[in-house]
């Protein structure tokens, strides 16, 4: 019987030890250009290159996971996935819940897009974002009425309709839309927010993010996240120096 108990014990050693290979990487799927599902149903974009190139040179297995984004955190520190690689932006508010490695992405701009002449930042105006982001809660701080939604398009959605008089989100992510919508521009000023977008961790996985921190800074030195970031966002993207 003894001997049983050691060979369950043994395997199951085995087991934990082959399962922290396995990287499951959790991301929206629903914000193009950083993640979004491709017309073959898996989880494409920038993200998904960065996130696969990262456990390459860590040496781990990326198993991706699709969440989404009101409960994308509280599935990370529930164990439903290991990491969040989501566009998500390093803020106060966040690392007192999860921990996050060095930024993959820059700090960059969040903009207003209407398709009236608007000042977005009136105490009359009625703006729309996606809940649970720094978009959100900065208009919720400026005074207009915020009108939230689980996701971007219906954001957008909503301020096509006259629900809502602007949308405010990542200026990467609505620059396309803007440009193929004759009937939206960009209004008010460019906002910079947070520090930076970088991977959530559960806090004690201290491990992970030491070599995810590794792999990253790898691939800062070498030129292929800033590589990785115009072929994403075109050569005008604010890349790290």
């Known amino acids: 019987m003894k001997t049983l108990l050691l060979a369950a014990a043994a395997a199951t050693l085995a087991t934990s030890a082959m399962a922290q290979d ?21 989880i494409d974009g920038f993200e998904r290159e960065v996130g696969d190139e ?6 781990l297995t990326c198993e ?15 164990g439903n996935y290991d990491t969040i690689i989501a566009g998500m932006s390093i803020t106060d508010e966040r690392d007192e819940v999860i921990d996050f490695t060095d930024p993959y992405f820059p700090p960059a701009a969040s903009a207003y897009a209407s398709t009236m002449d608007m000042d977005p930042m009136s105490a009359d105006a009625v703006v729309a ?38 949308i405010f989100a990542d200026k990467d992510f609505l620059v396309p839309i803007v440009d193929e ?42 030129g292929t996240l800033n590589t990785m970031i115009t072929e994403w966002f075109g050569e005008d993207a604010i890349t790290f120096e």
């Open 181 to 222: 919508d004759g009937d939206m521009s960009f209004v008010g000023e460019d906002v910079g927010l947070g520090d930076g977008i970088g991977i959530g961790l559960r806090e004690s996985d201290d491990e992970l993010e030491a070599t995810f921190n590794e792999a990253i800074a790898s691939m800062k030195e070498d």
């Open 64 to 78: 991706w996971v699709s969440n989404d984004w009101d409960s994308i955190i509280p599935n990370l520190t529930s």
């Open 129 to 166: 974002a996606q809940t649970n982001t720094i978009q959100a809660a900065h208009v919720a701080e400026s005074g207009a009425t915020l009108l939230e939604f689980a996701t971007p398009d219906e954001a957008v959605a909503a301020m096509r309709n006259g629900e809502a008089d602007a």
């Open 22 to 42: 396995v990287v499951r990487m959790g991301t929206e799927g629903a914000y193009p250009p950083y993640n979004f599902i491709n017309d073959d149903g898996e």
């Open 54 to 59: 990262l456990c390459t040179r860590a040496g």
